[in-house]
């Protein structure tokens, strides 16, 4: 069975204090990573895909890398707009379905 | 306008009620999905659909039915609700197997 697990559950961040998100999966032959924003009162918003180990992808401050066991969301000289929670989901190669984690809440202070 | 739509944003109604959820897009997409969200358990899958005359099961597809009208619209309907179904549900579409999915704004669910 495909699991997903998240870290930290809570992130808080002065403004401009880098740090990194954890994605960690299990995953009977990897598909997609893929990577979500969400803000209160909204669906999540597409950010990333990525699809194999050594992989990596940037969106203005945000990168995104991955591993065969986890993925990262590394934020760099964060502001207070990047402050949401952010939702990975993997797909395997067998299932047509996206299992997703729990979400880490970033909350950038100013 | 928002390329997935749901309708309402917000409903609250009684235990024993039977209730629709409606979600309408205009990406194209084939593939469309219904989910709902609880704090700490992240998205689960209720039930999800290829093309119109394909309808599959969720992880949590009990107490649940869903509908889907045309290629653009998928309904989700609880029989009789009860208080544990309480929750934000979304819908999301995808253009193929390995594409990111696109979410509706959401709807917020009370079951009193």
């Known amino acids: 069975e495909d699991q997903v697990t998240q870290s930290p559950e809570a992130l808080r961040l002065q403004e401009g204090e880098s740090s990194s998100l954890n994605c960690s999966y299990t995953v009977s032959g990897l598909r997609g990573l893929f990577w979500y924003r969400q803000d209160p009162g909204k669906g999540p918003e597409f950010l990333f895909t990525l699809y194999s180990a050594g992989e990596e992808k940037e969106k203005e401050r945000l990168k995104a890398t991955l591993t065969k066991k986890e993925s990262f969301l590394h934020i760099t000289a964060p502001k207070p707009e990047d402050s949401a929670t952010y939702l990975c989901a993997v797909q395997d190669n067998y299932g047509q379905n996206f299992v997703f984690g729990p979400g880490t809440r970033l909350s950038v202070l100013p | 306008d928002a390329d997935v739509t749901q309708t309402p944003r917000n409903r609250i109604t009684k235990t024993g009620k039977r209730i629709m959820l409606e979600c309408s897009q205009t990406?194209?997409?084939?593939?469309m999905y219904w989910y709902r969200q609880d704090p700490g358990l992240g998205l689960r899958l209720i039930y999800y659909s290829f093309d119109v005359k394909d309808i599959n099961k969720g992880e949590i597809s009990d107490g649940y039915s869903v509908s889907r009208q045309a290629q653009a619209k998928f309904s989700l309907s609880l029989e009789s609700a009860i208080p544990n179904q309480t929750a934000l549900y979304f819908c999301?579409?995808?253009?193929?197997?390995?594409?990111?999915?696109?979410f509706g704004d959401g709807t917020r669910l009370s079951i009193l």
């Open positions: 999301a579409t995808s253009y193929a197997g390995n594409q990111p999915q696109h």
């Open positions: 990406k194209g997409h084939d593939r």
